[in-house]
C-alpha cells in the first residue's frame, strides 16, 4: 500500500466515525441536549476549520519533516508488525503525558482551557481546540517523532486510532452500562472521558487518558466519580466564550488554580 492510500484509508475512516458518531449520538444520547443546540456546533466546528488550515499548512508539512530527519537507532526487534504494535502504545503514552502536562503547565493550559469551556460534550467537542494547542502539540509531536524515530506507517496509524477515540470518548452516545464497564477496562470511554470534563477542578485534573484506559491507574490519575447525565460540564469558575472570545482566550489574565478549585 503507498503512502497515498494510507493517508486517504485514515480521512475515509475517520470521516465515517465522526458522521456515524455525530448522527447516532443524535438518534441514542447519553445526555439531554442543552438549547442552543446548534450555536455552540458552530462554534466547535468553526474552531475546527482553523486547526485544518493549520494542520495542512504547518501541522503535515512539520511531521513530514521530523520523520525525514528521524534518528535511526532502533533495534531490530522494534520493528515491523511487533514495532508497529509497541509504537502504539508508546504513542499513546506519550499522549497521556502530554495532555497532563496541558493541564499542569499554566501557558499549555491557557490554550488548552478552550477544549474545556465547552459546556456540553459530542462529538464536535472532539474537534474543538484552538490553533495555538493545535499548534504546540504538534511542535512537541515533532520532537517526538524525531527522538523515537516512528516511521510514517506508524504515525498514521495512531492518528487514525486516535482522532477515533477522541471522537467516540467526546461523544454523547448511550451505550448499555455492563458494556461501557466492559469496554472502560480497555479503553477510554464517554462515560470516563466525560468525568474529565466535570465543572469541577479535581476531576478535570483527572482521567487523561486518550485510547488506552491503564494509564491513569498506573499513575494514579483516576477520578473516581461516576458520570450522570446531569453533570455540568465546562471549566469550574468559568464561562464559554463566543468564537472570537474563544480565538482570544489565552491572551486573558488566567485564574489562579486556587480559584478554579472555588
Ligand atoms: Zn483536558
Do not use: C
Not at 520493528?79 to 499522549?95: E, F, M, Q, Y
Not at 470518548?169 to 479503553?187: D, F
Amino acid at each position: 500500500m503507498t503512502l497515498e492510500h494510507l493517508i486517504a484509508w485514515k480521512a475515509a475512516v475517520v470521516a465515517l466515525a465522526l458522521v456515524g458518531l455525530f448522527v447516532a449520538e443524535r438518534i441514542w444520547p447519553a445526555a439531554p441536549r442543552p438549547d442552543p443546540r446548534w450555536a455552540r456546533v458552530a462554534r466547535n466546528g468553526g474552531l475546527w476549520l482553523l486547526a485544518a488550515a493549520l494542520s495542512i499548512g504547518f501541522v503535515a508539512p512539520l511531521t513530514a519533516w521530523a520523520v525525514e530527519a528521524r534518528l535511526d537507532w532502533r533495534p531490530d526487534w522494534w520493528r515491523g508488525w511487533p514495532g508497529l504494535a509497541l509504537d502504539l502504545i508508546v504513542l499513546d503514552g506519550l499522549i497521556y503525558g502530554w495532555h497532563r502536562a496541558n493541564h499542569t503547565v499554566p501557558f499549555l493550559w491557557r490554550f488548552h482551557a478552550v477544549h474545556h469551556y465547552d459546556r456540553f460534550l459530542d462529538t464536535t467537542s472532539a474537534l474543538r481546540f484552538h490553533v495555538g494547542e493545535v499548534a504546540l502539540s504538534a511542535t512537541a509531536r515533532a520532537g517526538v517523532v524525531w527522538l523515537f524515530g516512528f516511521p510514517l506507517a506508524s504515525i498514521l496509524a495512531f492518528e487514525t486510532l486516535l482522532l477515533g477515540a477522541t471522537l467516540f470518548h467526546h461523544s454523547n452516545l448511550w451505550i448499555p452500562a455492563g458494556l461501557e464497564s466492559l469496554m472502560s477496562r480497555i479503553v477510554i470511554t464517554p462515560a470516563l472521558h466525560w468525568v474529565h470534563h466535570h465543572r469541577v477542578q479535581a476531576d478535570t485534573d483527572s482521567t487523561y487518558g486518550t485510547i488506552l484506559s491503564l494509564w491513569d491507574p498506573l499513575f494514579g490519575t483516576r477520578s473516581t466519580t461516576r458520570r450522570t447525565p446531569a453533570m455540568p460540564i465546562g471549566v469550574a469558575g468559568a464561562d464559554e466564550r463566543s468564537f472570537v472570545g474563544l480565538l482570544l482566550a489565552p491572551a486573558e489574565p488566567q485564574p489562579t488554580r486556587a480559584a478554579r478549585r472555588g
